[in-house]
């Protein structure tokens, strides 16, 4: 859609919504400049629907009330508004550093509004400036932080082969030495204990006679002991 726009062709859609989407997509191309009005609307309207007043009327309160669309009625024009207002290595450095904590900032997000923000980051990375996070299947930057390039010493390469000839223990012998130590590893295998199991004896559950029809228990009952006496 956005190489349509870049020969300079109008988007000229017959519907309104429409309409709003292609007006959006040319603030989002052309950001972070501005677009007059005039020109936003020739752009997107069809030339016979460009002097009507209903249709003009219907395209800039559909693009006041959208969010991504900000209207500045001073210089009657239009901006678009992406996620982060950042779209300069200037801007994203001062917006990492004004971070109170190290909660950086996905990449994904930054291109709402910088859909080339790879080719700064790189740079910024290989100033020391950024530190970067990649995918693993494209190498693509995920995520972005603040770094410090001051931070960066030279190493020389006597110390870097001497720290490179250290060997590390293997997962095995840090389990081992561990439990010399009577610490227990987190990749140690968890214990099992392998004494006799003892059955537990099950209680029995004593089930009460359920009584039904409780209000004719009466009539199975003696009463020969109760008859007056000295009548037949």
Known sequence: MSGMY????????????????????????????????????????????????????LLKTLLNVNPKVIYDAVTDSYTFKPLHNIS??????????????????QVRELKDGWPNVEET?????AEHKLLVTRNKKDNHPRMVW??????????????????????????????????????KSTGAPASQDLGPKVEKKKKKVRRG????????????RDYSNQRPQGGK
């Open 121 to 125: 980051i790189d740079k910024l990375e």
């Open 6 to 57: 870049g020969q300079g062709l109008s988007a000229a859609g017959s519907d309104a919504r429409t309409n709003v989407v292609y007006a959006t997509d040319r603030l989002k191309e052309k950001f972070p400049a501005s677009i007059p009005s005039q020109e936003l609307i020739a752009f997107v309207l069809p030339a016979h629907k460009r002097n009507d007043e209903q249709a003009v009327k």
């Open 209 to 220: 006679v359920k009584v039904t029809n409780v209000h004719m228990q009466g009539l199975f």
């Open 88 to 105: 300069s290595a200037d801007d994203l450095l001062r917006y990492l550093q004004a971070q109170e904590t190290a909660m950086g900032i």
């Open 146 to 183: 603040a770094d410090d390039p001051t931070l960066i010493a030279p190493l020389d390469q006597d110390f870097k082969d001497i720290w490179a000839q250290i060997q590390l223990p293997t997962v095995e012998d840090t389990i081992l030495q561990l439990t010399k130590m009577n610490y």
